[in-house]
């Protein structure tokens, strides 16, 4: 399966390589990807989704989670999990590998995603999405 490249809208640095693979097999509520974070790069831009959960298991190369504020360096074998409402998370990864993880969780028709560093928050009903201030 090829990577798919994308650079998210409110942080030019998070650049993610993804394979989906829950869509590859028909999976209509579940979302699981394989991710690739280059060095130097972010997964994301710092979020807490308030509709969705989502879970992280790192399967290769380190990185550096910031949770709430608080900064903690994962490794292959750490896995974090997040339900609606969980505090605000990305992860940088300033290593000289290869940052691999898989992400997941629901993969709802809507959801609503607040970017607090940003003061933005964003509504995503199927693949319209829509920013606002905060």
Same mark, same amino acid.
């Given at each position: 399966m090829p990577e798919q490249v994308y650079v998210h809208p409110l942080n030019g640095n998070a650049v993610r390589h993804m394979r989906s693979l829950a869509a590859a097999t =028909?999976?209509?509520?579940? =979302?699981?990807?394989?991710? !690739?974070?280059e060095p130097g790069h972010d997964s994301t831009a710092y979020h807490r989704h308030r509709g969705e959960e989502e879970f992280i298991y790192i399967l290769s190369g380190r990185g550096m989670a910031t949770i709430d504020d608080e900064t903690f360096e994962v490794? #292959? =074998?750490?896995? $974090? =999990?997040? !339900?609606? *409402?969980?505090? #605000?998370? +990305? $992860?940088?990864?300033?290593?000289? +590998? *290869?940052?691999? &993880?898989?992400?997941?969780? &629901?993969?709802l028709d809507y959801d609503v995603v607040d970017y607090p560093h940003q003061g933005t928050r964003m509504y995503r009903l199927g693949d319209r999405r829509t920013y606002e201030p905060l």
């Amino acid at each position: 399966m090829p990577e798919q490249v994308y650079v998210h809208p409110l942080n030019g640095n998070a650049v993610r390589h993804m394979r989906s693979l829950a869509a590859a097999t =028909g999976c209509l509520h579940l =979302g699981v990807h394989w991710v !690739r974070v280059e060095p130097g790069h972010d997964s994301t831009a710092y979020h807490r989704h308030r509709g969705e959960e989502e879970f992280i298991y790192i399967l290769s190369g380190r990185g550096m989670a910031t949770i709430d504020d608080e900064t903690f360096e994962v490794q #292959a =074998g750490d896995f $974090m =999990g997040f !339900r609606p *409402d969980s505090p #605000a998370h +990305a $992860m940088h990864n300033p290593f000289e +590998a *290869d940052l691999i &993880y898989l992400v997941g969780g &629901y993969d709802l028709d809507y959801d609503v995603v607040d970017y607090p560093h940003q003061g933005t928050r964003m509504y995503r009903l199927g693949d319209r999405r829509t920013y606002e201030p905060l």
